[in-house]
């Protein structure tokens, strides 16, 4: 299952982006046939747009999400927060979760993600959600095509029996929008642009920043529960005694 759709803090609720044989802007000026130009092994910088309620008033922020051949990151500009999902030469999966305010890390090793029940697909990892939860647990109830030959799927149903829309991009392999209509709190997630990453302004965190940062491994939580670091990152990443993500990709 999608490791955005599984979390109980991701309640969207938001509107596609495209309509069939139209050539729409999506935002900012850019074209849908930018996104066309694209390809699924082409290393982008994609900005989302996350809405969110607090005290009752809806509020907006940048949500970013980078993808290369074998890492992906997520960035959410509003908690200061991101995840940093690797592969290596053994198709391994390793979780970086960062905390930009507080410069440090927590590291999960693919021991850690299968113990904890966080252990993701790669398409997962690739794609923010896993694409055959599409076809496994939503329903296709329309494809369109625009005038650049943009084609976009909608999928609706039901997901931990709440009511789910994803616009997908099957040729990048890619939501446009992820959507819980029925969602009280009136999250929302929404393109806006993507760009090769050698284009954008959004650049990938580097290992010299993130050598920088305070690490802590996933597998010593239980041992710092006093340490005040540790205390504050599993308070900003839900509340959990031993391990601070939820789920893969989680809008915090």
């Known amino acids: ?13 938001m ?8 050539n729409l802007p999506i935002m900012n000026g850019m074209k ?7 390809t699924q092994s082409t290393p982008i910088s994609c900005q989302y747009q996350k809405s969110y309620v607090t ?29 940093i999902w690797q592969r290596d030469s053994g198709q391994h999966l390793f979780l970086t979760h960062v905390f930009f305010t507080e410069k ?22 690739w794609s923010i959600i896993d694409p055959s939860m599409l076809e496994k647990e939503l329903r ?13 799927e909608t999928y609706r149903g039901k997901v931990n029996g709440i009511n789910t829309e994803v616009q997908w991009l099957p040729g990048l392999k890619l939501p446009s929008s992820i959507s819980h209509p029925d969602s009280s709190d009136k999250q929302s ?15 990938p965190t580097t290992d010299s920043t993130l050598s920088a940062y305070r690490h802590i491994d996933y597998s010593d939580l239980g041992d710092m529960e ?9 308070a900003l990443s839900g509340g959990h005694s031993h391990g601070a993500s939820e789920e893969p990709h989680e809008i915090h």
């Open 1 to 13: 299952m999608s490791r955005f759709l599984r979390m109980r803090s991701l309640h969207i609720a």
């Open 15 to 22: 509107t596609g982006l495209l309509i069939g044989g139209c």
């Open 32 to 38: 849908t046939q930018d996104l066309v130009s694209l």
């Open 55 to 83: 005290n009752g008033k809806i509020n907006q922020g940048n949500w970013y999400f980078l993808r290369q051949q074998n890492r992906t990151e997520s960035r959410d500009e509003v908690a200061r927060q991101g995840e």
């Open 104 to 125: 440090a890390a927590l590291d999960y090793t693919a021991s850690d993600l299968k113990a904890s029940g966080r252990l993701p697909s790669w398409d997962s990892a």
């Open 140 to 152: 296709l109830v329309d494809k369109a095509t625009d005038n650049s030959g943009l084609v976009q």
């Open 189 to 203: 997630l929404r393109l806006v642009n993507c760009w090769p990453i050698n284009k954008a302004t959004i650049q």
């Open 226 to 234: 006093t340490d005040p670091l540790v205390q504050k990152i599993v």
